[in-house]
């Protein structure tokens, strides 16, 4: 028996109205993720990279197609039902950290955990245990402005980690860091992998993309 994959992408197209104009972001989109699998999404600036990602995080719905999230069809849910599905099955890891800058990075942590319904005690356990996989179980009370960009980056999968996400989306999450703080979020990106998280990554790292990834798409 085949097993069925943790993700289904299924001839979905995506057209854009700007104007008069009809803009095609995806044109006809098919793919299976494996549970477990790290795959890398790569592709020139404009190829529906980020669109891609924003239809398989319930950011964005496809013009047409198929969408099957653990077999269960994702493309005709409402607002409300697309916004379950992000809070408990998909981590979102964007290039822009979005932290709150006035709130602690445990709370930071925490938010979705308290939008998710988590009683106090175990979301406060939660969104302790995902600083602490990301290296920063000692930095709990610092402000995003007390860290690096880097550390900044890893509050920010710690975040999308603490709801315990059946996938984890990264698009080009390291691309606004300076040069010496990407191999920082790579390690912890290396780690989640080791732990065989379903994983799926928007880069220009053909390198790290290529000696960590499953599989590489173009």
């Not at 989109?29 to 592709?43: H, K, P, R």
């Not at 709801?163 to 390690?187: G, Q, R």
Request: proline share 4%; hydrophobic share 40%.
């Amino acid at each position: 028996m085949t097993q069925q994959p943790t993700l289904r992408i299924n001839n979905v197209t995506k057209t854009y109205v700007m104007g008069n104009q009809e803009v095609h972001a995806l044109r006809g989109v098919s793919l299976d993720i494996q549970n477990n699998e790290y795959v890398a999404i790569m592709g020139p600036s404009g190829s529906g990279k980020s669109t891609l990602m924003n239809v398989i995080g319930c950011l964005d719905s496809p013009s047409t197609g198929e969408y099957l999230l653990e077999g269960v069809p994702v493309t005709q849910r409402d607002d409300d039902e697309l916004a379950g599905i992000r809070n408990t099955k998909i981590g979102f890891v964007f290039q822009t950290f979005n932290l709150i800058p006035r709130a602690d990075i445990f709370h930071n942590v925490e938010l979705p955990l308290i939008y998710g319904g988590v009683d106090r005690e175990q979301r406060q356990k939660m969104a302790s245990a995902a600083l602490e996989r990301v290296g920063l179980g000692s930095r709990m009370h610092h402000r995003p402005n007390e860290l690096s960009g880097g550390q900044r980056q890893r509050v920010a999968i710690a975040r999308a980690l603490a709801m315990k996400p059946k996938v984890m989306l990264f698009d080009e999450a390291t691309s606004a860091l300076d040069p010496e703080l990407v191999e920082e979020v790579n390690l912890v990106m290396k780690k989640l992998a080791e732990e065989h998280m379903t994983m799926i990554i928007v880069t220009h790292e053909m390198g790290f993309a290529e000696s960590v990834c499953d599989r590489v798409l173009f």
